[in-house]
């Protein structure tokens, strides 16, 4: 019980400090409007002679596009940063020192940074998405519940990436790389900016053996309406799966990282 | 004035060698960039051929000149990467006190901030700009004769100039609004959008704006279309290139003037 409390004012604190730095804030809404924009217009361009392809309309690519920039800000996550900044410095043995888990204390500090996010980020993006680009409609009422149940797996599939990445910082010094690596092969690879449904069947396949496509492509292809009821629930089903399977390897992850930090102290 | 050309290459000399030599004290580092750099463009590029088998070009643009242009887009971003990424950063240079080093050195500061850093960690994106470059340049039947070669050279040395003008620029907004801020995320964002993709698919009002105010058009977009003899799309047939070296220099010469006087009102660290 008295651990609830301690995230509680993790993430209360967090969200504070979101709140005093909001300069952070403006750069972040300007970046995102940049892709947002010349998405659309590359769309517009592409659609110029087109109505339907690959059964997508224009008007269905524009939301698509709103969309996936708005769930950007779900996937702006400190975990990595926040672990290679305490491993660099030191204070990670003393972090591992208080009586709630290490991991923990970053999950709150990442949901307190999302919820201010929401007010600071994502309410401004879908409304300057909604005026200059098109409105959001999700594709039914159905569609936005499960919309939502998708995007908290999506973040949980993000999150839990992140928190296995991080642990790198453990043995490696500096993984800048490692990690600018990782953000791009999952914005080119899980359908954030071009969908899935134009790659080759090949690649296609290989990147539905793999969690990148239940980050942004699955929660976009239900706003959208773009697959089958049935399709939908089997995918969700499989992302369900991605969830515990990398719940599990975070565990055992973080197992052995908590004894490499101990060597490394003594 | 001889004997001061002279003075300055040779300090540059000695700087670029410290590059060097900080590279091979971190080969792991280095190593890490030359995977990362050239994945993120060559994945990006192989990402928009998807896209443009489905729909046949962008904007009247196939495949073949996409390459074109998005390669000679990262050729220029590479060595604006190695010369002058340093006015990403600007705001840490003002608020640590950075630029007090170089005010006390009988130099020009300007020259000291563009010079005396070299970001060779920039090569690494060399490789995917050449790369996707050449594969532009077989697919259109680009020649590389004694006119084309000196044309791209002058593509590529305006469109340096263009781009490290701009990030001066940015940068010195920090002498007046004093804050850290890594412009970095963004600066990139606004070029790769504006310099990858054929210009004709923004509105006009923009391609306006990128043409004539802030001329990013002419850093590959312009040039491009008139190398490659795209009639619809060029302007100012026979002289893009000279027009794109004349831009890079007029960009340099504003960013130099707001670097100065943004460099008046720098006030050193607190203490």
Not at chain 1, 138 to 146: C, D, G, Q, V, W
Not at chain 1, 163 to 185: D, E, G, R, Y
Not at chain 2, 237 to 245: H, T, W
Request: glycine share 8%.
């Amino acid at each position: 019980m008295n651990s609830i409390a301690a995230y509680f004012y993790v993430y209360k604190i967090r969200i504070q400090k979101s709140l005093a730095y909001h300069y952070d804030v403006y750069g972040n809404i300007l970046m995102q409007c940049i892709i947002m924009f010349a998405a659309a217009f590359f769309w517009r361009a592409l659609y110029a002679g087109e109505t339907v392809v690959q059964g997508v309309e224009a008007e269905q690519m524009y939301i698509y596009t709103v969309i996936s920039t708005a769930m950007s800000v779900f996937f702006m996550n400190d975990v990595e940063q926040r672990v290679m900044r305490s491993v660099e410095k030191g204070t990670i043995a003393v972090e591992m020192l208080k009586p709630i888990n290490l991991y923990g204390i970053f999950f709150f500090e990442d949901l307190g940074k999302l919820t201010a996010l929401l007010f600071q980020n994502l309410i401004p993006i879908l409304l300057i998405g909604s005026i200059f680009i098109a409105v959001p409609k999700p594709a039914s009422a159905m569609a936005f519940l499960l919309f939502i149940v998708s995007l908290i797996m999506a973040y949980l599939i993000h999150w839990l990436l992140a928190a296995c990445f991080s642990m790198w910082a453990f043995v490696t010094i500096n993984m800048t790389p490692l990690l600018q690596v990782k953000k791009h092969l999952i914005r080119l690879l899980s359908g954030s900016i071009i969908p899935l449904w134009f790659f080759p069947d090949w690649l296609a396949s290989v990147l539905n053996c793999l969690p990148f496509v239940y980050i942004y492509q699955l929660p976009l292809d239900i706003y959208i309406g773009k697959a089958s009821m049935e399709n939908l629930i089997l995918r969700l089903g499989i992302q369900a799966v991605w969830v515990v399977v990398l719940l599990v390897l975070f565990v055992v992850l973080q197992k052995i990282a908590v004894k490499k930090v101990m060597v490394q102290g003594g | 004035m001889l004997s001061s050309i002279k003075h300055y290459t040779s300090v540059t000399w000695e700087y670029l060698k410290l590059s060097i030599l900080t590279v091979f004290e971190y080969p792991a580092n280095m190593i890490g960039w030359l995977i990362s750099n050239p994945l993120q463009f060559i994945v990006g590029f192989a990402t928009i051929q998807f896209v443009v088998k489905e729909f046949g070009d962008i904007s009247g643009w196939n495949y073949g000149q996409l390459a074109f242009l998005y390669g000679l887009a990262i050729i220029s971003h590479a060595l604006s990467m190695i010369f002058f990424v340093q006015g990403w950063f600007m705001g840490f240079f003002v608020i640590e006190g950075d630029f007090d080093r170089y005010m006390l050195r009988p130099m020009n500061v300007l020259y000291q901030f563009c010079f005396t850093h070299f970001n060779l960690i920039g090569i690494t994106d060399l490789i995917p700009g050449i790369c996707v470059f050449v594969y532009g340049c077989i697919q259109v039947g680009f020649v590389f004769n004694l006119r084309n070669i000196v044309a791209l050279l002058a593509i590529l040395v305006g469109a340096t100039f263009i781009r490290g003008g701009v990030y001066i620029i940015i940068g010195s907004s920090t002498f007046w609004t004093k804050s850290v801020a890594d412009f970095g995320g963004y600066t990139q964002e606004f070029f790769d959008k504006t310099t990858m993709y054929p210009l004709s698919m923004y509105p006009e009002s923009v391609q306006f704006i990128l043409t004539f105010v802030i001329p990013i058009g002419w850093v590959s977009f312009y040039p491009a279309a008139e190398l490659m003899g795209l009639s619809k799309d060029a302007f100012m047939p026979g002289v893009a290139p000279l027009i794109s070296l004349g831009a890079g220099a007029a960009v340099f010469a504003v960013a130099a003037v707001i670097f100065y006087m943004g460099l008046k009102r720098y006030e050193s660290a607190g203490s």
